[in-house]
C-alpha cells in the first residue's frame, strides 16, 4: 500500500513537471470534437482517463476475489471449530 502511494505521488509530480515545459498549444480532434489546449495539460487528463478506465475495468474482478476471499474464510471458520461430540446412545434396560 505504501509503495503503491509513493509510485502514484512521484508519477503525479512527474506529470505536472512535465506539463509546466511543455506549453505549446495543440488541437486534439477526437470523435468530431476540436479541443485546442497546452501540451502538457492535454496530457495530464490523457493520462488521469486512462487510470479512470483501468480502475473502472479492475473494479468487478477485485470485487469478486473479495467475495471469494470472504466465503473461504467463513468455510475456514467453520473447520477449525471442534467437532460436536456426538451423542451416545443409551443401553436399553435389562430386565
Known amino acids: 500500500m505504501l509503495f503503491s502511494l509513493i509510485v502514484i505521488i512521484a508519477v503525479a509530480i512527474a506529470a505536472v513537471i512535465?506539463?509546466?515545459?511543455?506549453?505549446?498549444?495543440?488541437?486534439?480532434s477526437l470523435f468530431g470534437f476540436m479541443?485546442?489546449?497546452p501540451l502538457g495539460l492535454i496530457?495530464?487528463?490523457?493520462?488521469?482517463?486512462?487510470?479512470?478506465?483501468?480502475?473502472i475495468l479492475m473494479t468487478p474482478g477485485a470485487i469478486k476475489n473479495q467475495v471469494?476471499?470472504?466465503?473461504?474464510?467463513?468455510?475456514?471458520a467453520k473447520m477449525e471449530q471442534p467437532?460436536?461430540?456426538?451423542?451416545?446412545?443409551s443401553k436399553p434396560l435389562e430386565e
Open 18 to 28: 512535465f506539463s509546466s515545459y511543455n506549453t505549446a498549444v495543440v488541437d486534439v
Open 35 to 37: 479541443v485546442s489546449g
Open 43 to 55: 496530457l495530464i487528463i490523457a493520462l488521469s482517463l486512462g487510470v479512470l478506465i483501468g480502475v
Open 68 to 76: 471469494i476471499v470472504s466465503r473461504h474464510r467463513k468455510q475456514l
Open 83 to 89: 467437532p460436536v461430540k456426538p451423542v451416545e446412545k
